[in-house]
């Protein structure tokens, strides 16, 4: 506890972690949208990033130490804070997808849990306000816990699947906002563009109170108004839902996924604008309906992360037609700047594009360290490059 790091098998669920952590008063601070069903392992192993990356990090960051068990052995790295020891094994084995071995277990940073953590909703008028707002909190460097903003289709959506008010104080609520719409379109808002963003604090109750000054000041400059504490509490109690919905969706012959990159700041609403531009495109060409959505989340010092979610009718190929939808979207990741994935992974689904965005001289180094590291190809095969089946061959 003096260091702050905790000892976790890799086997361990998100939920088991956080429960017994906070038990004693700790927090690992790492909620992916897998969270109620991944493992500590899975998260190292495939790269992952939870929605509080901006403050606790993402998972290379968290992770300190871990254990893997190699054909020819066993290697340990030691929890430190950091070290000069040549080129890293801890990045190295950090996102292979079990391509050097299997991961037993792991040193990992925890943090004491906060004093207090409150979730506050603003709204603005467009998207490029909204960004340049989360782009500006970002210089200022201030201390939030996570930052998100949704595009207009994300807020439509997210709005149109509230409940029908039933109870006085649901009503009154549905009234509220039918008042609060009314004002943005005298105030000149298109309400068909404005985009909800959530903002959340944790600390002492003084430290909160002070960053929510900060981030009032930049949102009121960028055009926002404050909604307040209580949308913001229901987005925290509903954010482990939204993947459950791609198994309704199914039922009803609706293919849907995701897809994410992270692009520069300078280049992130190019970025939004070409993905929506080239889904379009393709639900256009299959001759079917679609549906793309977006928000913005893990804010870096030099860019950020942009999230799509997409949905279209299926026909009587829904394999092509997904590869279809997919290889259009993945592609204008990376025609326009971007890299193909945050914090998904490779797989074998996005192995296409590892040559556009590490270079052929780097996928071959790859090759060479898996080949060498094993020989017999038996530690998860395919995965990263060199898939033996790709979903892109129903094209």
Known sequence: EESGIALVGAGTLGPDLEEELNERGWTLGHFPDSFTHSTVGGWAATRSSGMQSDKYGDIADIVRGMTVVRPGGVVRLRPVPSESTGPSLREMFIGSEGRLGIITELWVHVHRLPEERVVVAYMYPSWEPAVAAIHAMSEAEVPTTFVRISDAHETAMSLSTQKEPVTLKKKVEARVQEELWSFMRRRGWDTDQMCISYVCFEGSAGDVDERRRQVVKI?????ALVLGTGPGALYDQKKFDTPYLRDFLLEQDVMGDVSETAAPWSKLNGVHDAV????????????TQGFIMCHLSHSYHSGACLYFTFAFQAGEDA???YATVKTAIQQAFVDNGGTLSHHHGVGMEHAPWMAQVVSEEGVALMRTLFSASDPGNNLNPGKVIDPALSLYDHL
């Open 276 to 287: 929506y531009a080239a889904a379009n495109s393709a639900f256009e060409a299959l001759g």
């Open 219 to 223: 949102a009121k400059a960028h055009g």
């Open 319 to 321: 394999d092509r037609e």
